[in-house]
């Protein structure tokens, strides 16, 4: 898969965004745990879903401690969501 960094779609930017598998990744930091960002974040994917688009989303500290075990979920995610 090849993914863009920080790519626009809507009035959005991707942190990582595939084309072929419409996939975008986001890598949330502290600020994502909060609730009116967690509401945020929710509707700002369901708008992408609409369009076709789904949202992956993974915290600073799983790539930071894991990116072996983060590239595992990208996978699995792709594969369980398409086939």
């Known amino acids: 898969m ?21 996939l975008i990744v986001e890598i949330d930091g502290e600020v994502h745990n909060t609730d009116r960002q967690k509401e945020h974040d929710k509707n700002r994917s369901a ?27 990208i996978k699995e995610f792709v594969f369980k969501t398409t086939y």
């Open 47 to 73: 708008e992408l879903g609409k369009i076709g688009i789904r949202v992956l989303r993974l915290t600073n500290n799983e790539v930071e401690l894991s990116i072996d075990e983060v590239i595992k979920r």
């Open 2 to 22: 090849k993914f863009r960094r920080q790519h626009p779609i809507l009035y959005y930017v991707a942190d990582f965004y595939c084309h072929e598998e419409r």
